[in-house]
């Protein structure tokens, strides 16, 4: 073990630091790289001034100088060859014989190479001083009134710095042992390659993450583009610093014993070698430790990267297993979004380790697509193209598709852009609807003509289809769902009673038992029947025999059907619904997002509830059900509601105008009546409450810039910066010198 360093050994190893950055401030080599390096950053920060400032494209999302920071795989190349290049000082000075005479002066050789090691490190700091201009750049053209904050910014350029020190740690471990600087820094550079292949292993190799997430993680936290990119976006991870600290105090201390090659006797730099290995492999599995136990550091102002007290009171209810698999887009242009919903799943697993994260790529397995897509309620190019989250707790299946996550907008200068980033809000909503154990028993009447509950014999018999759709989303979600005869009244286990589509009246006695049950605070879903019971000149639209109670509640049924030429498809009176949905927990996810087929739907007037599904102002209720529709007088005035939800202090009641509409056929062409069914009943059973995340918008920055500002900018920062800051380096060389 080398002994803890004395006053005396920290004065030799500054005053080698002094030496040594007052020899790089006057080598033209020295300078040349720092041409070299200032132009590289200069070239990249023009690259994003180009993106940040076209119309045409979406505005990046997160911190405004990440993309900067995390830069290309070819950017971090050619940076690690300039730290190579800087680390190789103690091979020019073993060449010259410097070396020698500087470790018997008498200089500690610890204080030696810990002197080395600051002159570089001191040097590399200087180099991104002049890269501070790029701020005033982007505050001089970002539109008015927006402001960076100033917390990514800081730890950004703190990251630089110790990424250096352990790169440079590194390299001169790699290249002590030599006499020729460019072998030391091929050496040098050849070490800190590997360091960011290791870092970039788990998106070169996907499979990684989902073979070995622990490893992955563990690679991805310390690994130097990772460490960065994330001190970028305002996230300190402490995991991470205690890594770049492991492989900077164990560098050094190999570099301090292969400098000693020919000089010590055989078996102490080996000794010094494995002493370095053990003090970073031990540094290491401490910062891991630390990292399991100590929360990341949120230095937005925003709190961007630090979950909601509600996600952890979500998260702290799950009791068992949920896997979230992630669906990425094939549209580049929304990765950024899946990233997001990357980082925010990953701070969801360390809050809770039941929750197990993996990604599915649909290519993999195309058949499976369908599945998935009528599980979401999805259009299959929709999720191919534009990804999902698909939650699941057992046979139990939640669905965050593209527009749940994230909104399409405009930015400040009218491109387009993502607005309102709900990732963490959506992302805890399905998983407290997972988690939500509260017995649920959804009766199904039965007696009137109803929709079959299942298919099979009911439904051949019958010739109608059935609603076995809703009810297998609604067993997967842990409910019991059965039929129910009501001339014994309602029993008192049935949470929710559903009236599905009725073609006789139910009994006076029983309509009294559902309004009893209703008072009791029970909820009831009635789905009208749309079908002709009449036919030619007496068409007729079948009574429920509970409109006195639905009256009670505020809720009329006219003899009608919705019509909406701007919404037609083609079948009977048949109404395609796609933005037309209420701000309410059962149509939440549906405007823009997803479509419902509602096909002899009938009008649903409520004084006071929420008009779930309505048509377009264009629609009316057509009162004459005999001619083909036209619009007159005594039709009913537009836009028409189709569905309604009625919530008082005991009860709750939805009346969908269509029972036809949550079919199965429907659902197997994956439209989405089943599942706005399912979401009513979760909803009349209590399961549903919503959950109060606020929207976490990233920074989508923009610079309002002519072509002629952005070359202008380019020459700049290509050109004038980098001349700039060499000749003032050469300046302060010579002026050293002439001391």
Same mark, same amino acid.
């Given at each position: 073990?080398?002994?803890?360093a004395?006053p005396?050994?920290?004065?030799?190893a500054?005053?080698v630091a002094v030496?040594?950055?007052?020899? #790089?401030?006057?080598s033209?080599?020295a300078?040349?790289?720092?041409?070299a390096?200032?132009?590289?950053?200069?070239?990249?920060?023009?690259?994003? !001034?180009?993106?940040?400032?076209d &119309?045409?494209k979406?505005?990046?999302l997160g911190?405004?100088?990440e993309?900067h920071?995390?830069?290309?795989?070819?950017h971090?190349t050619?940076?690690?060859t300039?730290?190579a290049?800087l680390?190789?000082?103690?091979?020019?000075?073993?060449?010259t014989?410097?070396?020698e005479?500087?470790?018997?002066? &008498?200089?500690?050789?610890?204080?030696a =190479?810990?002197?080395a090691w600051l002159?570089?490190?001191?040097? #590399?700091?200087?180099l991104?001083l002049?890269t501070?201009?790029y701020?005033?750049v982007?505050?001089?053209f970002?539109p008015?009134?927006?402001?960076?904050?100033?917390?990514?910014?800081v730890t950004a350029?703190?990251?630089?710095?110790?990424i250096?020190?352990a790169?440079?740690?590194?390299a001169?471990a790699a290249?002590?042992?030599?006499?020729q600087?460019?072998?030391?820094?091929v050496?040098?550079?050849g070490v800190?390659?590997?360091?960011l292949?290791i870092?970039?292993l788990?998106t070169?190799?996907p499979?990684?993450?989902?073979?070995?997430p622990?490893l992955? $993680?563990a690679l991805?936290h310390g690994?130097?583009?990772?460490?960065l990119?994330?001190l970028a976006?305002?996230?300190v991870r402490?995991s991470?610093?205690?890594?770049?600290?492991a492989l900077?105090?164990?560098?050094l201390?190999?570099a301090?014993?292969?400098?000693?090659v020919?000089?010590r006797?055989?078996?102490?730099?080996?000794?010094g070698?494995?002493?370095?290995v053990?003090?970073?492999?031990a540094?290491?599995?401490?910062a891991?430790l630390i990292?399991?136990?100590?929360?990341?550091a949120?230095?937005?102002?925003?709190?961007?990267?630090?979950?909601?007290?509600?996600?952890?009171?979500?998260l702290? %209810?799950?009791?068992?297993?949920? =896997?979230?698999t992630v669906?990425?887009?094939?549209i580049?242009?929304?990765?950024?979004?899946f990233?997001?919903v990357?980082?925010?799943?990953?701070?969801?697993a360390?809050a809770q380790p039941?929750?197990?994260?993996?990604?599915w790529?649909p290519?993999?397995?195309p058949? /499976? !697509?369908?599945a998935?897509?009528?599980?979401?309620?999805?259009?299959?190019?929709?999720l191919?193209?534009?990804?999902a989250v698909?939650?699941?707790?057992?046979?139990?299946?939640?669905?965050?598709?593209?527009?749940d996550l994230a909104?399409?907008?405009?930015?400040v =200068?009218?491109?387009?852009?993502?607005?309102d980033?709900?990732v963490?809000?959506a992302?805890?909503?399905?998983?407290?609807?997972?988690?939500?154990?509260?017995?649920?028993?959804v009766?199904?009447?039965?007696?009137?003509?109803?929709?079959?509950?299942?298919?099979?014999? $009911?439904?051949d018999r +019958?010739?109608?289809?059935?609603?076995?759709?809703v009810?297998?989303?609604?067993r997967t979600?842990g409910m019991?769902?059965? +039929?129910?005869?009501?001339r014994?009244?309602?029993?008192p286990?049935?949470?929710?009673?559903?009236?599905?589509? &009725?073609?006789?009246?139910?009994?006076?006695a029983e309509a009294?038992?559902v309004? %009893?049950f209703?008072?009791?605070?029970?909820g009831l879903?009635?789905?009208l029947?749309?079908?002709?019971?009449?036919?030619?000149s007496s068409?007729?639209?079948?009574p429920t025999?509970l409109e +006195?109670?639905?009256?009670?509640?505020?809720v009329?049924?006219?003899?009608?059907w919705?019509?909406?030429?701007?919404?037609?498809?083609?079948?009977?009176?048949?109404? %395609?619904v796609?933005?037309?949905y209420?701000?309410?927990?059962i149509? /939440?996810?549906f405007?823009?997002?997803?479509?419902?087929?509602?096909?002899?739907?009938?009008?649903?007037v409520?004084?006071?509830g929420?008009?779930l599904?309505?048509?377009t102002a264009?629609?009316w209720?057509e009162?004459?059900?005999?001619?083909?529709?036209?619009?007159?007088? %005594?039709?009913?005035?537009?836009?028409i509601?189709?569905a309604v939800a009625?919530e008082?202090?005991?009860?709750?009641v939805?009346?969908l105008?269509?029972?036809?509409?949550? $079919?199965?056929?429907f659902?197997e062409?994956?439209?989405?009546?089943d599942l706005?069914a399912a979401?009513?009943i979760?909803?009349?059973a209590?399961?549903?409450?919503?959950?109060a995340?606020?929207?976490?918008?990233?920074e989508?920055?923009?610079?309002?810039?002519?072509?002629?500002e952005r070359r202008?900018?380019?020459?700049?920062?290509?050109g004038?910066? &980098?001349?700039?800051?060499?000749?003032?380096?050469w300046?302060?060389?010579?002026?050293?010198?002439?001391?």
């Amino acid at each position: 073990m080398t002994a803890p360093a004395s006053p005396s050994w920290l004065r030799a190893a500054l005053a080698v630091a002094v030496r040594d950055l007052t020899i #790089y401030l006057r080598s033209p080599i020295a300078l040349v790289v720092a041409l070299a390096f200032l132009v590289l950053e200069g070239t990249t920060f023009s690259a994003l !001034v180009a993106v940040l400032a076209d &119309p045409s494209k979406p505005a990046p999302l997160g911190a405004v100088l990440e993309g900067h920071f995390g830069g290309t795989l070819l950017h971090w190349t050619l940076q690690l060859t300039v730290l190579a290049a800087l680390a190789a000082r103690v091979a020019e000075e073993r060449r010259t014989g410097t070396w020698e005479a500087l470790v018997t002066a &008498p200089v500690p050789d610890g204080a030696a =190479i810990a002197g080395a090691w600051l002159a570089a490190l001191g040097f #590399y700091a200087l180099l991104w001083l002049p890269t501070l201009t790029y701020v005033v750049v982007l505050a001089h053209f970002a539109p008015a009134g927006v402001s960076f904050d100033v917390g990514p910014l800081v730890t950004a350029y703190a990251g630089e710095v110790a990424i250096g020190a352990a790169a440079l740690a590194l390299a001169l471990a790699a290249g002590a042992w030599s006499a020729q600087p460019l072998v030391a820094t091929v050496a040098g550079f050849g070490v800190l390659l590997l360091w960011l292949v290791i870092g970039e292993l788990p998106t070169l190799w996907p499979e990684l993450a989902s073979s070995s997430p622990g490893l992955a $993680a563990a690679l991805e936290h310390g690994g130097p583009r990772p460490i960065l990119a994330t001190l970028a976006r305002g996230e300190v991870r402490w995991s991470s610093l205690g890594v770049l600290v492991a492989l900077t105090a164990g560098g050094l201390r190999v570099a301090t014993a292969i400098a000693q090659v020919g000089r010590r006797r055989p078996g102490v730099v080996p000794a010094g070698v494995a002493e370095g290995v053990l003090i970073a492999i031990a540094l290491a599995l401490a910062a891991t430790l630390i990292g399991r136990f100590v929360p990341s550091a949120d230095v937005t102002a925003a709190r961007r990267n630090t979950l909601e007290p509600a996600t952890r009171s979500v998260l702290a %209810r799950v009791g068992a297993p949920i =896997i979230a698999t992630v669906i990425r887009p094939g549209i580049a242009e929304l990765d950024p979004v899946f990233d997001e919903v990357g980082r925010v799943l990953a701070r969801m697993a360390a809050a809770q380790p039941a929750l197990h994260v993996t990604t599915w790529d649909p290519a993999s397995d195309p058949t /499976a !697509v369908p599945a998935a897509a009528a599980a979401a309620a999805i259009d299959e190019q929709q999720l191919i193209r534009g990804g999902a989250v698909i939650l699941s707790r057992g046979p139990r299946q939640r669905a965050v598709g593209l527009l749940d996550l994230a909104s399409p907008g405009r930015d400040v =200068i009218a491109a387009p852009a993502v607005h309102d980033l709900r990732v963490e809000a959506a992302l805890t909503e399905a998983v407290a609807q997972l988690a939500d154990d509260t017995p649920v028993r959804v009766c199904a009447t039965t007696g009137h003509g109803e929709l079959p509950l299942d298919g099979g014999a $009911a439904a051949d018999r +019958t010739g109608w289809d059935s609603w076995a759709s809703v009810a297998e989303r609604l067993r997967t979600d842990g409910m019991t769902v059965d +039929t129910v005869d009501l001339r014994d009244g309602v029993p008192p286990s049935c949470t929710v009673l559903a009236v599905i589509g &009725p073609i006789a009246p139910l009994a006076p006695a029983e309509a009294v038992a559902v309004g %009893r049950f209703l008072d009791g605070g029970g909820g009831l879903l009635v789905a009208l029947a749309g079908r002709d019971v009449g036919g030619g000149s007496s068409a007729a639209l079948a009574p429920t025999g509970l409109e +006195t109670v639905l009256a009670a509640w505020g809720v009329r049924t006219p003899a009608a059907w919705a019509v909406d030429p701007t919404l037609a498809v083609p079948l009977p009176l048949a109404l %395609r619904v796609v933005d037309g949905y209420a701000d309410h927990p059962i149509t /939440a996810g549906f405007a823009g997002r997803r479509y419902t087929v509602w096909q002899r739907a009938r009008p649903i007037v409520a004084d006071d509830g929420v008009a779930l599904v309505r048509t377009t102002a264009a629609g009316w209720g057509e009162t004459d059900l005999t001619a083909p529709p036209h619009r007159d007088d %005594r039709d009913l005035p537009g836009p028409i509601a189709v569905a309604v939800a009625v919530e008082r202090p005991k009860g709750r009641v939805v009346v969908l105008g269509s029972a036809e509409s949550i $079919a199965a056929r429907f659902a197997e062409r994956g439209h989405g009546g089943d599942l706005l069914a399912a979401n009513a009943i979760a909803w009349l059973a209590g399961r549903s409450a919503p959950v109060a995340v606020p929207v976490k918008n990233l920074e989508a920055v923009r610079l309002v810039m002519t072509t002629g500002e952005r070359r202008a900018v380019a020459l700049v920062v290509i050109g004038a910066v &980098p001349l700039i800051a060499v000749g003032l380096l050469w300046l302060a060389g010579r002026r050293r010198r002439a001391r």
